[in-house]
């Protein structure tokens, strides 16, 4: 990304109305060293990090009643005359979330997690339902990546689910797979652009396409035909292509908001950083030597300057702040899409057969994953030790006709569907909640580097932090939000000649996996250096 | 041996409720120290102490811890802290015959307990310098470095004569890192046998280590000394997983954990102590009659243990669940000569 200096700020601050000048409520009317707007995982990050380091940032949050953007905690809600905390849903900590986890542990708060033990498929085509267990064979196989889905092919309740189609078209998958090792598109800034996950599995056999096509649904949140490639292959080489450890994973032991992000917040705040909820940022204004951050609170519109600012809004968001604040230039940028989707909870009074804490729905089905939260979460297992019940939280990740129908009808849709998996349930559900997200769940995609914003921005001591923003490290999601809040920092830092953060290291890819990946590089290479003489 | 090939068995069996090598009783939580590094149970942590059990209840204890290991640790809080501890170790090892017993201590006392040292296959001292400035420190008061490491030395010369075989298990913080390679020259001097966990902060290696160069420099040199066949502990496997906090599959089951009252930590200590519904203190073993009984009990109430867990990378649950999962480097490190089944300090 070039480097430029104010791009657009004096126009728009020359049409800044009055605002009224915030001050903390501490008395110390001492402006912030740090605003930061968006109080999510790269935001508490980065505040975490800049207090540490004694600076004092301030965090201003659009939600009026809890912090931690997709990872709060949320409402309460009463079945069975029992009480429910609800959040974004359930979020998985991956063995690959490393630097997430230092940080909490640094803090000592790191809770207890939940090991995942297994992951179902569930399959769906015509009147054929099949389930079968996929996850403890994919990360404890004996055969090295990118193989190691191979042993899948050793359990006969798999094979059940697949016919003559998949094995034929088996070398069409593997090479499918194959091509995501030799490329990895956020290191090299690969948009791979016009080419979609739908494009690339077209010829690919149902039930392999539906188990890759259920995983991306799930990982990435979207149709396939909105799948960007690169994203998809950079997600493939992250969870699951390049290890088998990669996809070991914990549960957290209650919502996003009670374990991780009211215990982090208050960290921030005991270090000396602000957080204000309820404040919606407008725009931000250059003034000589700072930023203007100008918000919206239900008493009206207030204000703040500091030297810098980060930016860890979701990118609707940032699109909209920076669009307001800077103009047509914004409209040039990158920004991923984010996206809504809708959580459904369902309670029941008896508990299922033998299954899987959690799992993926594919083919046929409405909706596109499951988690016992009995079987998950403390305030739940209580409950259900309590009642002999269970409850279960499905995620519905489109498409957009699916999202629009009303809450009615798409809850009798999760039902059926899950009875379809679990008859048993049949007259049992005592209690069911439906939840819609809002736009802000990120699409991971590659933008052309020119375009994508990264942790710097065309604008000195603006920075960016988020998952969707650019940065050469294969982290995804929360990990990749904490990352970029760090680095975000440690930008801050080093602007104020402070020291920066380590940063841990992924684990490198298994070592046969490795030497496929480097001859495919030397086999790019020598096909860009042919074309190059012709 | 036959612990170990039958736990192969059960994995191959797809069962990861594996039998235990070894189980480890806390004899009590009290103790004269306060490194900064613990976890658990050092004096700044008294108000979560208990008062020590009876005799009696700690033999009873024993007695069913017998009935499904052969291979005791004693631990603490700093076990020759509790008066009894000679009379329970004589129990143990004369009436109950449990085939290997450690016990782990922080030094201090050993001088006036020498007496126990016959009734013992292993004496493991935590020591984490042999430099009594850096012990400092750790919270380690001067009078009790001196003591420690004189301590050590006493109890190395007594090997030979009084049959047991000494071990020094030491932390490595930011503080001590430096003063490694001399421990590692101590332990070789005074023929005992060393063995390194990192400091653990909420149940991963502390940051500053493994962000730190010298770290890691460290860890590979001990990786390149053991294979030069210096007396290190551990498996490679664990110094690699040291290395990089590479995951790996844990069965926690393995190295069951007593608290001093009799209560079985269940699946493990770091889920016990996290409070929550995947585990606890599940079930007293002064209520049951048999081992197996206990466990029954605990499963009954928290469900099988967990296995793919990337929670703590903790040696006392890594070493033996790494050898476990790694056959032929266990056989590897048996035929060196070593006990790759009981590396568990801590």
Redesign the interface.
């Known amino acids: 990304m070039p480097q430029g200096k104010d791009l657009g700020s004096e126009v728009f601050a020359e049409h800044a109305p009055a605002t009224r000048l915030w001050e903390p409520n501490d008395g110390s009317r001492r402006n912030p060293d740090v605003i930061i707007i968006g109080g999510g995982m790269a935001g508490l990050s980065a505040a975490l990090h800049l207090a540490e380091r004694g600076l004092h940032p301030l965090i201003l949050e659009a939600d009026e009643k809890f912090i931690g953007g997709r990872l709060a905690g949320g409402e309460t809600v009463r079945i069975d005359e029992h009480s429910f905390r609800l959040e974004h849903g359930v979020h998985g900590i991956w063995s690959q979330y490393r630097n997430l986890q230092a940080m909490l542990a640094r803090h000592n708060l790191r809770p207890g997690f939940v090991p995942a033990q297994e992951e179902n498929w569930i399959y769906k085509d015509g009147k054929f339902v099949g389930m079968t267990p996929v996850g403890s064979t994919i990360r404890r196989s004996f055969i090295p990546p990118p193989f190691h889905y191979l042993q899948l092919f050793l359990r006969g309740k798999f094979l059940w689910m697949l016919d003559l189609r998949d094995w034929a078209s088996l070398m069409n998958v593997w090479s499918g797979l194959i091509m995501a090792v030799g490329i990895d598109p956020f290191a090299e800034n690969q948009p791979m652009e016009g080419v979609t996950l739908g494009d690339v599995t077209k010829k690919w056999s149902p039930a392999l396409k539906s188990l890759f096509l259920g995983l991306a649904r799930n990982g990435l949140s979207s149709h396939p035909d909105e799948v960007s490639i690169s994203g998809f292959i950079a997600f493939l080489r992250f969870y699951t292509l390049l290890r088998r450890d990669a996809w070991m994973f914990s549960y957290l032991p209650e919502d996003g908001g009670t374990s991780i992000c009211e215990p982090l917040a208050a960290r921030v705040e005991e270090l000396g950083g602000k957080i204000r909820l309820g404040c919606r940022v407008k725009r931000v204004v250059r003034e000589a030597e700072s930023w203007r951050v100008v918000w919206e609170t239900p008493e009206g519109e207030e204000s703040t300057c500091a030297t810098d600012v980060i930016l860890a809004a979701d990118p609707n968001n940032a699109k909209k702040i920076l669009g307001a604040s800077f103009g047509g230039l914004v409209d040039e940028l990158f920004f991923p899409r984010a996206l809504s989707n809708a959580v459904i909870r369902l309670w029941f009074d008896v508990k299922p057969r033998a299954t899987a804490e959690a799992g993926i729905f594919t083919g046929d089905f409405t909706v596109h994953n499951y988690f016992w939260l009995d079987r998950i979460y403390n305030p739940f297992r209580r409950w259900a030790r309590e009642t002999n019940g269970s409850a279960l939280e499905v995620h519905v990740y489109g498409p957009p006709e699916t999202l629009a129908q009303p809450d009615a009808t798409l809850l009798a849709h999760a039902i059926s569907d899950v009875q379809q998996a679990w008859p048993e349930l049949r007259g049992h559900r005592i209690g069911q909640h439906l939840q819609r997200n809002p736009e802000t769940h990120t699409l991971p995609t590659v933008g052309a580097k020119e375009k994508y914003l990264g942790i710097e921005t065309p604008w000195d001591n603006l920075f960016c932090a988020g998952d969707w923003v650019r940065h050469p490290a294969p982290a995804f999601f929360l990990e990749r939000a904490c990352l970029t809040g760090i680095e975000a920092a440690n930008a801050v830092l080093t602007s104020r000649g402070l020291p920066k953060w380590t940063l841990l290291e992924y684990l490198p890819p298994e070592p046969f996996v490795a030497w496929i990946e480097k001859l495919m590089r030397m086999g790019r290479k020598r096909r860009k250096k042919n074309l190059a003489v012709k | 041996m036959l612990t170990y090939l039958q736990n192969i068995v059960k994995l191959t069996q797809g069962d990861f409720t594996l039998s235990p090598r070894l189980a480890v009783y806390y004899v009590t939580l009290q103790c004269n120290l306060n490194c900064t590094y613990c976890e658990d149970f050092g004096s700044r942590r008294n108000h979560l102490v208990t008062q020590n059990p009876t005799f009696e209840d700690a033999r009873q204890i024993l007695k069913v811890i017998r009935m499904g290991v052969d291979r005791l640790w004693l631990t603490g809080g700093e076990p020759l802290m509790v008066p009894h501890v000679l009379d329970l170790l004589a129990y143990a090892r004369n009436e109950l015959k449990f085939c290997e017993i450690s016990l782990i201590t922080n030094g201090t006392l050993l001088s006036q307990r020498l007496n126990l040292l016959p009734l013992l296959d292993r004496l493991i001292i935590s020591l984490d310098s042999a430099d009594p400035q850096a012990l400092n420190m750790v919270s380690v008061p001067d009078a009790y470095a001196d003591t420690v490491i004189a301590n050590a030395r006493q109890a190395a010369s007594l090997q030979q004569t009084q049959y047991f075989k000494l071990i020094i298990n030491a932390v490595i913080t930011p503080e001590t890192l430096a003063g490694m390679d001399k421990l590692l020259a101590f332990g070789m001097e005074n023929n005992a046998q060393i063995s390194f966990s990192p400091q653990s ?4 290696p ?2 500053e280590l ?2 730190s160069a010298e770290y890691r420099a460290f860890i590979e040199r001990v990786i390149q000394l053991k294979r030069q066949g210096a007396p290190i502990l551990g498996s490679n496997s664990y110094f690699k997983t040291l290395l ?6 844990c069965y926690p089951t393995l190295v069951p954990r007593i608290m001093p009252d009799g209560w079985l930590a269940y699946p493990c200590r ?2 016990e ?7 606890g203190r599940a079930v007293n073993l002064l209520d049951v009659q048999t081992w197996d009984e206990a466990w029954r009990i605990a499963k009954e109430k928290y469900g099988e243990a ?6 703590c990378f903790q040696q006392c649950y890594a070493e033996p669940s790494l050898m476990q999962a790694h056959p032929f480097e266990y056989l590897t490190e048996k035929l060196r000569g070593n006990d790759p089944g009981a590396y568990a300090p801590g």
Do not use: F, H, I
Not at chain 2, 201 to 204: D, P
Not at chain 2, 244 to 249: F, L, N, R
Not at chain 2, 306 to 311: A, E, G, H, Q
């Open positions: 902060v909420n149940n991963l502390r940051y493994v962000t990089d906090q590479t995951p790996y599959e770091p889920m102590k996290a409070g929550s519904e995947q585990g967990p296995t793919s867990c990337v929670s």
